[in-house]
């Protein structure tokens, strides 16, 4: 098989790093790809959002499955476009990218389906958007109701912060036309975690639950990043919470799209909360892998890929086995001075052959560039992502952060705190 991955960050790295692994793929294409993904994707010079450049080079190549990383093509059709030119794709549909692109349709359609979830009301006036924040007896969560690249959500413990929040969104229009219209969300507490799921749109094959981590300096202190690490597995998601998951979000989620006539095919990413007593609830729903939970879920899972993303494409997905999960892995991510604000590119990295020499670590590239002479050299605000396998999560941490430390560049940062919750 010739597959062809779609996105050029450090989850598409991942993802062709274990599709490059698969015996029946005889060669991985990236689109746009990275110059750190050299080692194991060719890379082809068409854009994200060039569908028909991807549609023409899908017949060139001859490519026999394509997986879309990022949301944004997804949102805008991608999957429609390449699926109407006859190509096997793993990723939703516009209308089912609705489920991450509009947080209001999102809410309406858990509703229309019990799926739990916070209590929500939705703006597209300013005014009206205030006095209902004003007259809430705790806080809220104050979200834009596009896609704002993970930044335009407003936890305000107080009607005063929200308030500020609905200015910016709405008023400042800081996130542009995602702030349109907000959704005003009852403020959830508990342990947070990430599931993830493949389906075909029918069949459900599950993966595993991570935890990342969002904020930017150790004990979730900082502003909120793209994520700073994770890890695999979450043990707040217990089996017994898992069976919840389950049978109160992701098959209801699955079957609900489909009964409306916009089947999901792809990767559900579901963000829970799960409160003290073990109740789930969604947080938001994402149709993508997420950044970086995909480098710890595929070092952590053993077997074949391939055949799960080919199920997902083609259908049939129940006659595929699920992949063998064993042990943990944790994932650290290496940022520039000044992420997420602002950060200088160019600084030479240096130790990434020595960091890559323990079997049981990949490092992938989130934001670098090859340099002039050799070698690599920052190119993003997140730059790399170092993952390691382990039996514990004790034990991957450990290897995760013995080979960050072989990596050196300029203002190099990283959190020293990943994975310690489910350690403590
Ligand atoms: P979202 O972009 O919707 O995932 O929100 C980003 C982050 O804000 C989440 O990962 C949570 O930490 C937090 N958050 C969002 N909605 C809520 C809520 N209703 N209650 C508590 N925290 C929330
Ligand atoms: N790591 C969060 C995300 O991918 O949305």
Redesign the pocket.
Same mark, same amino acid.
């Given at each position: 098989m010739r597959v062809l991955v779609v996105g050029s960050g450090g989850r598409e790295h991942a993802l062709a790093w274990k599709i490059s692994r698969s015996p029946r793929v005889e060669e991985v294409l990236a689109a746009p790809g990275s110059d750190g993904m050299a080692d194991v994707a060719r890379r082809c010079d068409v854009a994200a959002d060039d569908f028909e450049g991807l549609a023409a080079l899908c017949r060139v190549e001859g490519v026999d499955l394509v997986v879309i990383g990022p949301e944004a093509p997804l949102a805008n059709g991608l999957a429609d476009h390449l699926r109407a030119a006859g190509f096997a794709v793993f990723g939703p549909s516009a209308a089912a990218a609705r489920l991450e692109a509009s947080k209001r349709f999102a809410k309406e359609f858990m509703q229309r389906h019990d799926i739990p979830t916070?209590d929500f009301a939705s703006f597209d006036d300013l005014e009206a958007a205030r006095a209902h924040v004003r007259g809430l007896p705790g806080g809220c !969560?104050v979200?834009a109701d596009g896609l704002a690249a993970?930044k335009g959500?407003a936890?305000c413990p107080t009607p005063a912060e929200a308030e500020r929040a609905l200015e910016e969104i709405m008023g400042d229009r800081r996130f542009g036309t995602a702030g349109d219209r907000v959704v005003v969300?009852?403020?959830?507490v508990g342990e947070?975690a990430s599931y993830y799921a493949i389906t075909d749109g029918e069949h459900v094959v599950t993966l595993a639950a991570a935890q990342d981590h969002?904020r930017a300096l150790d004990g979730d202190r900082g502003e909120n990043t793209g994520g700073m690490g994770a890890y695999v597995p979450a043990p707040v998601v217990s089996e017994a919470v898992e069976k919840r998951i389950l049978e109160r979000v992701v098959h209801p989620a699955i079957r609900g799209m489909a009964k409306e006539g916009t089947p999901y095919q792809g990767v559900l990413y579901v963000?829970l909360?799960v409160d003290e007593t073990g109740e789930p609830r969604v !947080?938001?729903f994402n149709v993508r892998f997420g950044d970086p939970e995909t480098q710890p879920l595929l070092v952590q899972m053993q077997g074949d890929l391939v055949p799960l993303l080919d199920g997902s494409a083609r259908g049939g997905l129940d006659r595929v086995a699920p992949p063998a999960i064993d042990g943990a892995a944790v994932c650290v991510v290496l940022t520039s001075q000044g992420y997420p604000r602002e950060f200088e590119k160019g600084r030479a990295i240096r130790g990434l052959d020595e960091a890559a020499g323990d079997p049981e670590v990949v490092v992938v590239h989130a934001g670098t560039r090859r340099a002039e002479g050799g070698g690599f050299v920052t190119a993003g605000g997140r730059v790399l992502g170092v993952t390691a396998r382990g039996e514990s999560i004790g034990e991957a941490r450990d290897r995760a952060y013995a080979a960050a430390d072989r990596i050196h560049f300029e203002g190099a940062q990283f959190r020293t705190d990943i994975a310690a919750r489910a350690l403590s």
């Open positions: 916070a !969560v979200k993970g959500v936890v969300e009852e403020l959830m947070e969002k963000g909360m !947080v938001e």
